[in-house]
């Protein structure tokens, strides 16, 4: 968990933490969030899953017990919080190093070259097949 010292802008100020990027899904009844938050007390950012229900007094109230959800729901969540800024570039090449590590079976460690390579290559497969 990086540290950090440029002031970003934030959502939501608590005495806990600043939340500065949000992934959100409602599920009609609850708010499911992975949020980059900074931790004041620590002074670093980290990624917080949490749940938030609307209530009669508060919109979107922070509920504090785990966050459970189904599969779908978790890859509808991990989306939105890449579409708004969540993850870090490094964390989500990291990520998907670790995928197709994952989908090869390999235990060598891939290069962060080969993604990159692979990455090209998917792109100019897609650039051909929308030429033709």
């Known amino acids: 968990m990086g540290k950090t010292d440029k002031i ?37 950012d980290e990624i917080r899953f949490s749940l938030y229900k609307d209530t009669m007094n508060q919109v979107e109230r922070y509920i504090p017990r785990s966050l459970d959800v189904t599969e779908k729901e978790f890859l509808e969540l991990f989306k939105e919080s890449i579409k708004h800024g969540v993850f870090s570039e490094e ?3 990291n990520l ?5 590590k994952k ?8 290069e962060k070259e080969e993604v990159e390579r692979e990455e090209l290559e998917e792109v100019q497969e897609e650039v ?5």
């Open 96 to 100: 998907k190093t670790e995928l197709v």
């Open 91 to 93: 964390l989500l090449i």
């Open 8 to 44: 970003k802008p934030t959502i939501k100020e608590t005495k806990y933490c600043s939340i500065l990027a949000q992934g959100k899904v409602f599920d009609g009844e609850y708010t499911y969030c992975i949020e980059k938050i900074f931790v004041k007390e620590l002074r670093q």
């Open 103 to 110: 989908r090869q079976g390999t235990k060598r460690p891939i």
């Open 128 to 132: 051909q097949e929308n030429e033709k």
